[in-house]
């Protein structure tokens, strides 16, 4: 009798000990799986960077249409003057009036025809100095420069 229940202390002793084992593993369990959510979630967060893919493209596409076509005579920093202006904050400059900078940026020389005083006194500061005519850029290809400038200039 009293072998038996020793034994049987022993037995429940034994069961208490392996589902104190079971808990302590499923506890573990529980936390390596929010530790490996956690993970997964800064693996979202790294790989979706600022820029959603069309406007990676866009930026690519402007930062390209910039290094062919400005980048000889405009700093790359936007900050710096060189044989031109500095693009940083071009559009404050042009009271946000993308015609007249679209007008501009294809021929330069004939806009000054139209007497605006800003662009007289520009042309007259950078010494007279010709600035190349793009008159085969698009809207959306001088659009995509503009985002591209203000991109890099922040
Ligand atoms: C050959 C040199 C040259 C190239 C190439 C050139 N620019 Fe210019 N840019 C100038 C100069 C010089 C001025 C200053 C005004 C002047 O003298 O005509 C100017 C002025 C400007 C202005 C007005 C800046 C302000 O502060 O208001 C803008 C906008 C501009 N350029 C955009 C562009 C863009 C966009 C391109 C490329 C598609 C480009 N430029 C290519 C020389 C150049």
């Known amino acids: 009798m009293n072998t038996r229940l020793h034994f049987e202390n022993l ?8 589902a104190f084992l079971l808990l302590l ?3 573990g369990m ?10 997964a979630n800064c693996g979202t967060k790294n790989v979706s960077t600022e820029f959603s893919p069309e ?4 930026i690519q596409f402007g930062s390209q249409l910039f ?3 400005c980048g000889s005579c405009h ?15 071009v559009e404050k400059r042009w009271n946000g009036n993308r015609e007249n900078l679209r007008a501009w940026i294809r021929n330069s020389q004939a806009y000054l025809l139209t ?11 950078y010494g007279e100095s010709v600035m190349t005519a793009f008159p085969n850029l698009k809207d959306e290809e001088i659009d995509a420069i503009l985002g591209y400038i203000k991109l890099v200039a922040n």
């Open 30 to 39: 529980v936390q390596i799986n929010s530790v490996e959510k956690e993970e």
């Open 11 to 18: 037995t429940n002793l034994i069961f208490a000990f392996l």
């Open 67 to 69: 290094k062919n076509n």
């Open 25 to 27: 593993f499923s506890y």
């Open 75 to 89: 700093a790359k920093n936007m900050k710096a003057k060189m044989t031109g202006p500095a693009l940083a904050d």
């Open 55 to 58: 406007l990676e493209k866009e």
């Open 115 to 125: 007497d605006d005083p800003y662009a007289k006194n520009l042309y007259a500061e």
